[in-house]
């Protein structure tokens, strides 16, 4: 298994323009997050997903958008990007099951909007 | 609303010392906490755990916890660090099965030879 993989690894864009960050998981998982980190402020929640077709915001949404049209695919755009998104973003997912609460993480992508 | 407050966004300890991460956690109901690792430039690796049973829980790489839901807190400890050690670690909780962990801002360990 590869687990959680993310595309791509480091991407550097020009302010306005626009990117899709990938997230695929082959565990057969339910939940999909995506996180960015940046220093001193932990790991902050963008969107997040309970299932294939579903979306929902977590604490930092604004200027992202995110889809999960397949189960093990959870995708995240940046439509015309800022200095501020310049950061590392993480994708996690997690099983439905009981007790199965742990979220296992993608190795990221290192963004750098100039 | 949940959250996570790990004492001390830096720890510097020496080679064979005992590991003590601090984290304490807001939360209106019965939590579930955890303790992830990340190495340069890697993604977060869970460390342990607690859902429910025993308080004191052990994981990976010799670490334990234990929730004392008194002290709202779920510190972590290693009794002999090593310098593989090196590494940020962040603790995260969450109120249900179903919620999204809400992470603490992480503590960065520092390992002395």
């Known amino acids: 298994n590869a687990g959680v993989t993310q595309t791509p690894k480091f991407r550097v864009l020009k302010t306005g323009q626009s990117m899709t960050l990938l997230c695929a998981q082959d565990?057969?998982?339910?939940?999909m997050y995506w996180y960015r980190q940046d220093p001193g402020m932990g790991l902050r929640l963008i969107h997040y997903?309970?299932?294939?077709?579903?979306?929902a915001k977590g604490e930092v949404p604004d200027g992202y958008n995110v889809s999960r049209l397949k189960k093990q695919n959870f995708l995240l755009g940046l439509e015309s990007a800022a200095p501020s998104q310049t950061s590392v973003y993480f994708c996690a997912s997690r099983s439905s099951g009981q007790g199965m609460y742990e979220q296992y993480f993608g190795p990221g992508t290192r963004l750098t909007v100039t | 609303a949940q959250s996570v407050t790990q004492l001390g966004s830096h720890v510097s300890v020496s080679e064979g010392a005992l590991v003590l991460l601090r984290c304490n956690y807001s939360s209106s109901v019965p939590p579930y906490l955890f303790w992830y690792v990340q190495y340069p430039n890697q993604g977060l690796q869970l460390l342990l755990k607690y859902t429910t049973g025993a308080t004191l829980v052990k994981g990976i790489n010799g670490f334990e916890a234990e929730f004392k839901k008194s002290e709202t807190s779920f510190h972590l400890t290693k009794p002999s660090a090593h310098m593989s050690d090196a590494a940020e670690y962040f603790c995260a909780v969450s109120d249900s099965g179903n919620t999204p962990l809400v992470f603490g801002k992480g503590t960065r360990l520092s390992v002395i030879a």
């Open positions: 565990m057969n998982h339910e939940y």
């Open positions: 997903s309970v299932g294939e077709g579903t979306t």
